[in-house]
């Protein structure tokens, strides 16, 4: 049972184009996270929130761009899509509590093709 | 900082062999860690956590144990299933106000019937 929605599974869009990735959480957690997946598997983090009218760049840097004026809502937009913009990008989130057991949970991701 | 080394994969293996894939860590102080897997086309899942030292985190099979002594958590499987085959990421989690995850860069497990 998933409590974090991410839309559209695949996407697949011309060169030039604005696209925003939608990532929406059902669980009331005030931080959330945007991951970029190279075909190697490994995660970068491209953005991340902790809470509502909070964004910060993450370790990767990103043409993207990210806003949060819901708790629930994180969307990731890219004004002008470009090949290399093709990936898989996943949404996670967790609780509010500065607390070391907690993990976070994840989307089943967005593949992007930019072509 | 924080790190995961992971043993880097592909590791491929036959149904109901044993599984053993290495993770160590460097935190600053007691870390949270954790094993997540991740199916084809889909994101990651936890699949077990443990949060001290010598703690056992287990779940459909698969065992963890948090080793201070060698900054170790390693994850194991006493007979793996085609179903099995999946990326797996280790990771630890610090706490502290600036909380972030920290990812190991993944094992990619094949399983053969």
């Known amino acids: 049972e998933a409590d974090i929605y991410q839309t559209p599974r695949y996407l697949v869009i011309g060169t030039g184009k604005k696209i925003t990735l939608e990532c929406s959480q059902t669980m009331g957690h005030d931080k959330m996270y945007w991951y970029q997946q190279d075909p190697g598997m490994e995660l970068h983090l491209i953005h991340y929130?902790?809470?509502?009218?909070?964004?910060e760049k993450g370790d990767l840097s990103s043409e993207s761009t990210v806003s949060r004026i819901r708790t629930e809502h994180f969307p990731l937009t890219l004004e002008s899509a470009r090949p290399s913009h093709t990936s898989q990008y996943l949404c996670?989130?967790?609780?509010?509590?500065?607390?070391?057991?907690?993990?976070?949970?994840f989307g089943s991701g967005t593949r992007l093709t930019v072509v | 900082g924080d790190s995961v080394t992971q043993m880097e994969g592909p590791v491929t293996l036959s149904e109901e062999a044993f599984l053993t894939i290495n993770c160590t860590y460097t935190?600053?102080?007691?870390?949270?860690l954790f094993w997540y897997v991740q199916y084809p086309g889909e994101g990651l899942q936890l699949l077990l956590k443990?949060?001290?030292?010598?703690d056992k985190g287990s779940n459909k099979g698969f065992e963890a144990t948090y080793r201070k002594e060698t900054t170790s958590f390693h994850l194991e499987k006493g007979s793996v299933q085609v179903s099995d085959s999946a990326v797996y990421f280790c990771a630890l989690n610090s706490g502290g106000s600036n909380y972030k995850l920290t990812f190991g860069k993944g094992t990619l497990l094949t399983v053969n019937p």
């Open positions: 996670a989130s967790s609780p509010g509590a500065a607390r070391r057991d907690y993990g976070y949970t």
């Open positions: 935190a600053t102080g007691y870390p949270s």
């Open positions: 443990a949060t001290k030292a010598d």
């Open positions: 929130s902790y809470g509502v009218n909070s964004t």
